[in-house]
């Protein structure tokens, strides 16, 4: 695959380029992509890592979107792995938000690694984690109460 080729010629030199690469052969599936994106995060600073991730706007609920909280969670893990989608914190929290807030035990967990990402952060970054986190609450909140969601699932 051309996407992992470009990964381990980056991989060293331009570890943020590598990155960008790896986040493609997550999209294409392809399960080498969880290895490189979690080696090159360990050389990458999490604001760069949050930059680079968000290229992409939050892929959020939409007309076509399962109201279940089995399709929240395979889309948190999707985003959280990085495979099946591009690697994505916040995508993954807004979609865990969802699952935790249907009572699926496995979004709390998904939550719970989110927030263990944040354990070792400094101050700068850690504040802007958490300013990614309330606007994601917010978006999360906003389409919960536009989609009626809590209505949609006590009907199933």
């Known amino acids: ?49 949050l930059e680079l991730q968000s290229r992409n706007l939050i892929n959020r609920l939409d007309g076509k979107s399962l109201l279940s909280s089995v399709y929240f969670i395979e889309q948190a893990k999707s985003y959280y792995r990085g495979l099946g989608a591009e690697r994505s914190y916040l995508s993954s929290y807004y979609w865990a938000s969802l699952a935790s807030a249907s009572g ?23 504040e802007i984690w958490l300013n990614a986190i309330a606007t994601v609450e917010k978006l999360t909140l906003d389409d919960w109460l536009t989609f009626k969601i809590a209505e949609k699932l006590n009907n199933e």
């Not at 399960?31 to 080696?39: G, K």
């Open 1 to 49: 695959c051309l996407f992992s080729v470009l990964v381990n010629h980056y991989f060293s030199k331009a570890p943020q380029k590598a990155y960008f690469y790896a986040m493609k052969l997550g999209k294409a599936n392809q399960r080498a992509s969880t290895s490189f994106l979690d080696q090159l995060e360990a050389k990458i600073s999490f604001d760069k890592i």
């Open 104 to 126: 699926a035990r496995q979004g709390e967990m998904i939550l719970a690694n989110l927030h263990n990402l944040a354990r070792n952060l400094s101050a700068t970054e850690f």
